[in-house]
Each structure stands twice: as structure tokens, then as C-alpha cells.
């Protein structure tokens, strides 16, 4: 049915369609590309500048990828930002977005808030949120996103040459050690503001992505933690990656400390705390200073931290030339030890 409907509502509360209709109002106007946005059977696009098409689906469940007492703007926001990192990690440039929301209460509030912190990266983006389902149950929010490369340019997972360097462009561990405040009630500790802001409302490498189009052999976005999506670029492309452990860049261990954290377990957080959504690609040698003046403009610094070796699976040196092994590779929803 229309949103029009919404008006036939005949009680007090807010039912599916005015809610639909709040969450639409907070979305206005970000492309001109919608032929015929929220309101239909379907949204109409009009793919201009597509040469293919890159699709993502991303769902937060409640408890599991945000602490239940995030901030509904946060939520919206997170939504969001999840999958536009999946679009990043292919290079792609994000045009649309659908929204499957299944909330336990009809609360016009919160819905509201939550689709302004949608809408606040989706403008900061170019991200059109055309369409969506509305339901009632456990809170999960479920984002589809659309989004543009140019043919056969897309980033892959399966690209990485032995000899490439593994590289990212930012700091690992933040939202882990942000998310560790708030279990420890220190929501409000300034000391946390940083990590927690990068938790609640990571901000995907789009540009980054983007300029690594023809350059980068392989990228991927790590969310589940950087020695387990590594992982996944190793098996991809039938290679090992070695890690040096003193280059990979983790939060400061006197902010650790705060919490009762010790040094390893900041590194730890690093290697496979999660929820950073940055950017880990790999680049022929002779490219690295080109890719660090590139990386330098978006304001951001590029870090060389390993390098891509013959065999499999990912292994992480010391400076003084040992192995290190992490406490926890990284989250892994039906792992053995599922996320602990
Ligand atoms: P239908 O019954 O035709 O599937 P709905 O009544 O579920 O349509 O939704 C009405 C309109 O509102 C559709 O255009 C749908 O895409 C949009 N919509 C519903 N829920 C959402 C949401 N959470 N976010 C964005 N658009 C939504
Ligand atoms: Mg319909």
C-alpha cells in the first residue's frame, strides 16, 4: 500500500505506515536518480553511470552487533555504515539503499531519530534510501546498498600476488576497546569518546575504496576482526599472508590501562577485535608511494603491514623474528567459541 494510507490510521499510535512515513521524511532528496522512491510496490531507478552494479546486505541484530543501550541515531547510523564499508572494500560508489526494519514497539521517536542518524551519513554519502519493509519484532535492522564500479574494475578479495604488500589506512582496535568502555559503564568518560564514536558510528573508506580502483590486487573491509578477514583474502587468492605484529597500529596502551586492559590484549583488540570497517588491500611494492600521496589526500595515512607470501593462512611476526599468536582471530557468529 501507498504511504498515504498511513492517514486511514485510527488510533493514537503510530501504526506500520506512519511509521514508514516519519522514517521517509527524515530521507529526502539525495539523488536525482530515484524515478520513484519510498511509496510503492517498488522503487524505480535510473542507473546511469552504472557500467555494473555491486550489491550488499548487511543485518544488525540488537545485543549482538550494538550494545542494547546504543543511541537510536547511532543505530541508524551503524545501519548504514556497515554496508556502505562493503561497498568501499569493492571500490564501488554507493547510489541506493533499502531498509528492512523489524522493531518490538511502535515508537515514532525512535524511529525518527533512527532515521536521522541513517540519513546523516546517507547525505554525507550520496545514498538514496528508496525503499524497505516495516515489521514487528526482536530489533534488527537489515540494509540492502547498491552501488557503481566500472566493468571488471571492482576490488576483489581474490586478487593478492606473493610479494604485495598488505596495507591499511588507520587505527585497528578503537571500536573494540570503545566497545569495552561501555561494558565497563564509562560511556561518558571522555578518555573513551574517540573509540566509542568509532563504534556507534564508524566511517566507511569510500574515498579510500574508490582510489584504489586499478591499483590495490585485493581488498576487503575488516569487520570481524583484521587477522580473520586476512583470512579470507589468503584463501581467496591461494596465498599466505605474513604480518610484521610492531606495524600494525592499535590504540594507546594507557587507555587500555584505564579499563585494566594490558598491552597484549590492546594488541589483541587490534588483530581480531572487530567493528573497525577499514579498508586492508594489498599493493605491488612499486606502487606504495604513489598509493601513500593518494591516501595522504583523503587525509589519512598509510600503514604497511606485512607482506604476501607463498603458502596459506595468515601468521603474524615480532620484531625480534617469533610467532605471535592471537588470543581470538576474530568474530565468527557460529565459531566454536561464537564471539568470545
Ligand atoms: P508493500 O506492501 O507493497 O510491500 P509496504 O506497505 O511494505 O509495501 O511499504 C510501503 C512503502 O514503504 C514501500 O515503498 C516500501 O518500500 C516502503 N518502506 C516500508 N518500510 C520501509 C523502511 N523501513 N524503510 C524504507 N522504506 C520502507
Ligand atoms: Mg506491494
Known amino acids: 500500500m501507498p504511504v498515504g494510507a498511513a492517514h486511514i490510521a485510527v488510533h493514537d499510535m503510530p501504526d506500520e505506515f506512519e511509521l514508514i512515513r516519519r522514517l521517509a521524511a527524515t530521507q529526502r532528496g539525495v539523488r536525482e536518480d530515484v524515478v520513484l522512491g519510498i511509496g510503492d510496490d517498488g522503487a524505480v531507478l535510473a542507473p546511469t553511470r552504472v557500467s555494473e552494479l555491486v550489491a550488499v546486505c ?41 531498509l528492512a526494519l523489524t522493531l518490538p514497539e511502535r515508537d515514532a521517536a525512535w524511529v525518527e531519530r533512527f532515521g536521522t542518524g541513517f540519513a546523516a551519513l546517507a547525505k ?58 561501555v561494558q565497563a559503564q564509562r560511556r561518558d568518560d571522555p578518555a573513551f569518546a574517540h573509540c566509542i564514536a568509532r563504534l556507534d558510528r564508524p566511517e566507511p573508506q569510500l574515498a579510500l575504496g574508490q582510489a584504489l580502483v586499478g591499483i590495490a590486487s585485493a581488498c576487503i573491509d575488516v ?9 579470507h583474502v589468503a584463501i581467496a587468492s591461494g596465498v599466505g599472508i605474513r604480518l610484521d605484529l610492531d606495524a600494525i597500529p592499535h590504540p594507546p596502551f594507557e587507555l587500555g590501562a584505564r579499563l585494566g586492559l594490558d598491552a597484549r590484549t590492546i594488541v589483541d583488540l587490534a588483530l581480531g577485535g572487530g567493528d573497525d570497517y577499514l579498508l586492508a588491500f594489498t599493493l605491488d611494492p612499486a606502487q606504495i608511494d604513489e598509493v601513500r600521496e593518494r591516501v595522504a589526500a583523503l587525509g589519512l595515512d598509510l600503514r604497511d603491514i606485512g607482506v604476501v607470501v607463498p603458502g596459506a593462512g595468515v601468521s603474524l611476526i615480532t620484531r625480534e623474528g617469533g610467532d605471535y599468536v592471537p588470543a581470538r582471530a576474530g568474530f565468527n557468529h557460529f565459531g566454536n567459541d561464537d564471539g568470545e
Open 223 to 231: 569487520s570481524d576482526g583484521l587477522v580473520a578477514d586476512l583470512g
Open 58 to 98: 548487511d543485518t544488525l541484530v540488537a545485543g549482538r552487533h550494538f550494545p542494547l543501550d546504543t543511541d537510536a541515531f547511532a543505530i541508524g547510523w551503524k545501519a548504514l555504515a556497515v554496508n556502505l564499508s562493503d561497498l568501499a572494500a569493492m571500490g564501488a560508489m554507493p547510489q541506493w539503499a533499502l
Open 124 to 181: 554525507m554519502s550520496s545514498v538514496a534510501l528508496v525503499g524497505g519493509d516495516t515489521t514487528r519484532g526482536p530489533l534488527t535492522i537489515t540494509v540492502t546498498a547498491l552501488g557503481a564500479v566500472a566493468s571488471g574494475r571492482a576490488l576483489r578479495r581474490d586478487g593478492a600476488q606473493v610479494g604485495d604488500h598488505v596495507c591499511i589506512a588507520g587505527v585497528l582496535g578503537e571500536a573494540a576497546l570503545g566497545l569495552r568502555a
